[in-house]
């Protein structure tokens, strides 16, 4: 299930941190229509004592932006498109007119109106397809140093590890899902010229991210998954939402 949230304001930008993944997360958990914040603070599946949470959402979308690098900030030209999607859909069908347009919905210190909402429709899945990045896809590994202190290593496109981790990512996303294991499944994923490396931060952690068009070869079932819920890790705090560009 597929959201495309249309947010307006009685200014002329909006005006946000230049890193601001956990600013667009505040406002999904706590300043969207109550129908919304319910299912997004329903949906989850424990696993081994910890939430996993089935969905993701994507960069801010908007006709213009102004960079202001000294300050750290970004302003968006109003109005700005987020997309949200997730593998529940139990609630879906009763959304088309029942959220209320025009409530009020704060992003950071933004005022902004809810504009529009939109059930996007879902693609007919196949086995392959060019992908595009409507936010960065990260993957990594967590080690420990000689002082037991955590540290990050993520990998990039070009590595083994880029796809053994999304397998093993996409397999856990399946079987939390569909409550059925599976050990086996094709996949292949090829990367473009058109693919950039990217730097986020969240929570003041940096992340590292790529972003840009892939091909990518899985069984349709698991299209769906990644479609849903994401590709890579970090889904819920805005990474790895992708688009289906074509089937050739």
Same mark, same amino acid.
């Given at each position: 299930?597929?959201?495309?949230?249309?947010?307006?304001?009685?200014?002329?930008?909006?005006?946000?941190?230049?890193?601001?993944?956990?600013?667009?997360?505040?406002?999904?958990?706590?300043?969207?229509? %109550?129908?919304?914040?319910?299912?997004?603070?329903?949906?989850?599946?424990?696993?081994?004592?910890?939430?996993?949470?089935?969905?993701?959402?994507?960069?801010?979308?908007?006709?213009?932006?102004?960079?202001? %690098?000294?300050?750290?900030? #970004?302003?968006?030209?109003?109005?700005?498109?987020?997309?949200? =999607?997730?593998?529940?859909?139990?609630?879906?069908?009763?959304?088309?007119? +029942?959220?209320?347009?025009?409530?009020?919905?704060?992003?950071?210190?933004?005022?902004?109106?809810?504009?529009?909402?939109?059930?996007?429709?879902?693609?007919?899945?196949?086995?392959?397809?060019?992908?595009?990045?409507? +936010?960065?896809?990260?993957?990594?590994?967590?080690?420990?140093? /000689?002082?037991?202190?955590?540290?990050?290593?993520?990998?990039?496109?070009?590595?083994?590890? !880029?796809?053994?981790? #999304?397998?093993?990512?996409?397999?856990?996303?399946? =079987?939390? #899902?569909?409550?059925?294991?599976?050990?086996?499944?094709?996949?292949?994923? /090829? =990367?473009?010229?058109?693919?950039?490396?990217?730097? #986020?931060?969240?929570?003041? !952690?940096?992340?590292?991210?790529?972003?840009?068009?892939?091909?990518? %070869?899985?069984?349709?079932?698991? !299209?769906?998954?990644?479609?849903?819920?994401?590709?890579? =890790?970090?889904?819920?705090?805005?990474?790895?939402?992708?688009?289906?560009?074509?089937?050739?």
């Amino acid at each position: 299930m597929r959201l495309k949230l249309v947010l307006n304001s009685y200014q002329p930008f909006i005006n946000l941190p230049l890193h601001h993944n956990v600013t667009i997360q505040g406002m999904l958990y706590k300043s969207l229509p %109550k129908i919304l914040l319910d299912f997004l603070n329903e949906i989850g599946f424990f696993h081994t004592g910890k939430k996993f949470k089935p969905f993701t959402f994507s960069r801010i979308y908007s006709e213009r932006f102004v960079l202001d %690098k000294d300050k750290k900030r #970004i302003k968006y030209k109003a109005p700005i498109t987020i997309y949200l =999607s997730s593998a529940v859909n139990g609630k879906a069908k009763n959304w088309d007119g +029942s959220i209320p347009e025009g409530e009020k919905i704060q992003l950071g210190k933004n005022e902004l109106f809810l504009e529009k909402i939109v059930v996007k429709r879902e693609p007919e899945f196949g086995e392959e397809f060019y992908i595009r990045t409507l +936010s960065p896809i990260t993957v990594y590994r967590t080690f420990e140093n /000689e002082n037991q202190k955590k540290f990050y290593q993520y990998y990039n496109p070009s590595q083994e590890e !880029f796809e053994e981790l #999304i397998r093993d990512n996409l397999k856990k996303k399946y =079987s939390f #899902i569909t409550g059925r294991e599976i050990d086996h499944f094709p996949i292949k994923i /090829e =990367s473009t010229e058109r693919l950039r490396k990217v730097l #986020i931060k969240y929570r003041d !952690f940096p992340v590292e991210a790529y972003d840009g068009v892939f091909k990518i %070869k899985t069984d349709p079932e698991m !299209f769906k998954v990644v479609y849903d819920t994401g590709l890579g =890790s970090k889904n819920s705090q805005g990474f790895g939402m992708i688009e289906v560009l074509n089937k050739n």
